[in-house]
Structures are given as structure tokens and as C-alpha cells.
């Protein structure tokens, strides 16, 4: 019986990749004719496709960050299949890390991140908010698709850093992704998104049949903007918004540490707490400025 299950699943795995004629990325062909782009491609969707429950986490996770990320790029003209870039840099994790110090969604470097615009602090890490991080990779791969010409060199530009590409491009003398000599992280890197995009895009096809209401729940959340003279425990601002510091720090993850600091910042609180905020703030820091037990009433 279990010779038959696996010889079933082979050769449904066979025909799910014998269907898969023609590939594109940002509107780039795939040269799937190339065998060993075929290759390459084939092992990054078995792999992944292998990986059911990784799979099923990415489906539950898509509906919260995905529209976040669908409208930035819309506005920058990124091409839309850049958001499963997201899913391989971090599987739509805000606290993703590397072992090169790459942090949060789109796992930007500290360099990198203050270069295009990020606070990256002791207090804060904007890598890790979802607006703030994907409006940095929108600028930064519109950046690189001018200076390198496709979105696909782009792509791999972004894996393993512009300098090392262009010296590769330069020293190889050739310009397309698919046949330069690249660092292997980088050889998987646009495989791997394209592998991520054809399960994603399709997972019913895959036997993913997940419904809106199985997915994790969207924030439910408004914008406000704190500006402090002084530093404030964040306990401060969770109790203005009648919730507790875990929901605070899980809806602004660039947060770090326990204390928000001077400044002006805008924060995300629950949603419907906020036409009261500020004035139950005021009166909170004023209770605690002058030590008076800070309470939920």
C-alpha cells in the first residue's frame, strides 16, 4: 500500500510539472526550454511543494500582509510578483533573521535599510513593520531595475547585492540572470519565487483549499500619531488604547524594548480606541509623572 501511495503521489508530481508550459516574471519569460533553468526551477517547486506545512503557513499568513504589499508596489509601480520576494526573504515574518544580520520582511541589512530610509536603532527597526520595510524594497528594486534593466536582475540584485552583480555581469559579460555564473543562493533565488508565485497564485490546483476564514485574522487596527518630550513605557500607551502591551508590540513590531521614545511616531492601536486616545494618554502620563497608581479605570 505504501509503494502505491508514493508511485500515486511521483506521478502526480509529474503531472503537475509536465503541466507547467510557460513561465514568466514581471512580465520577463522563463527560458523553461533552457534545461537547466527547467532544472533549477523544477527542484525549487518540488521542494517547496514537498513542504506542506510551510506551504499551508504561507496561504494563512498571505491574506494579512499581501494586500499591504499589493497597494506599495502598485504606487511604485513595482510589478505585482514581486510581493512573493516577501515570501521567500522571510515567509511573512516581521522577526525573521539571518546569520548576516538581515532582519524582518524583506530582510534588509542595516545598511541597506538606512539607505533607503529606515530607522534602525536601539529603540526601533522599521525592517520589521510592514509598511514602512515594503515601501523601502519598492524604492530599492525600482532602483535597481533602472540601473540593471530587468526586474529579473533586479531580483537577483537584491539576493546577493548590486556591486556583486555588476562585477559578476562585468567580469562574465553577460547580461541575463539565467546565464550568469551566480552564488547558489542567488542560482535559486528568482526559482524560488517563481515557485512560490505558481503554488500561491493557484493552491487549489496543488491541493491547497483553504478558506478566508481559515486564514490568520487581518489586524484590526488604527493609525495614530504619538509625539513625547520624554520616554514613556509602552505600558502607557497600551492602557490608553484599552489593551496590553503584547497587542501593542505585536501590532507595531519595530518597537523595541519596553520604553517608546522622544519624538513624534505613529503607531498602530486597536482599532476603535482611538477617538479617546489621546486624552486618556495625557491623563495617564500625567498620573505617572507624578507617581499616582496608573489604573485600567
Not at 493557484?202 to 491547497?208: C, H, L, N, S, T
Amino acid at each position: 500500500m505504501c509503494g502505491i501511495s508514493l508511485h500515486a503521489q511521483a506521478v502526480s508530481l509529474l503531472d503537475q510539472l509536465q503541466d507547467i508550459k510557460r513561465l514568466n516574471f514581471c512580465d520577463e519569460p522563463v527560458p523553461l526550454k533552457d534545461p537547466d533553468v527547467q532544472e533549477r526551477f523544477e527542484k525549487e517547486f518540488m521542494l517547496i511543494l514537498h513542504d506542506r506545512p510551510q506551504v499551508l503557513l504561507y496561504l494563512k499568513r498571505a491574506p494579512r500582509y499581501m494586500p499591504i504589499i499589493e497597494k506599495i508596489f502598485r504606487d511604485h509601480d513595482v510589478p505585482d510578483d514581486m510581493k512573493y520576494m516577501a515570501v521567500v526573504e522571510s515567509a511573512l515574518r516581521p522577526h525573521a533573521g539571518s546569520s548576516k544580520g538581515a532582519i524582518g520582511f524583506w530582510q534588509f541589512t542595516e545598511s541597506t535599510g538606512l539607505k533607503y530610509g529606515l530607522e534602525i536603532n536601539r529603540y526601533v527597526d522599521d525592517r520589521r513593520n510592514i509598511f514602512r520595510s515594503t515601501e523601502a524594497a519598492a524604492k530599492y528594486l525600482s532602483t535597481l531595475k533602472d540601473t540593471l534593466g530587468t526586474w529579473t536582475l533586479a531580483a537577483a540584485a537584491y539576493n546577493m547585492g548590486e556591486n556583486g552583480l555588476f562585477r559578476e555581469i562585468e567580469k562574465q559579460g553577460v547580461h541575463d540572470y539565467y546565464r550568469l555564473y551566480l552564488p547558489l543562493e542567488t542560482q535559486r533565488f528568482v526559482p524560488k519565487i517563481l515557485a512560490v508565485k505558481q503554488i500561491l497564485s493557484d493552491p487549489e490546483r496543488y491541493g491547497f483549499d483553504l478558506s478566508r476564514k481559515e486564514s490568520y485574522p487581518i489586524y484590526r487596527a488604527e493609525r495614530v500619531t504619538v509625539y513625547l518630550e520624554y520616554p514613556i513605557p509602552i505600558r502607557l500607551i497600551a492602557l490608553a488604547a484599552g489593551t496590553d502591551f503584547k497587542e501593542i508590540k505585536d501590532l507595531n513590531p519595530e518597537l523595541r524594548g519596553y520604553d517608546m521614545q522622544v519624538g513624534e511616531r505613529s503607531i498602530l492601536i486597536p482599532r476603535g480606541s482611538g477617538r479617546s486616545f489621546h486624552k486618556k494618554l495625557d491623563q495617564i502620563i500625567r498620573n505617572w509623572m507624578n507617581a499616582e497608581p496608573v489604573s485600567d479605570e
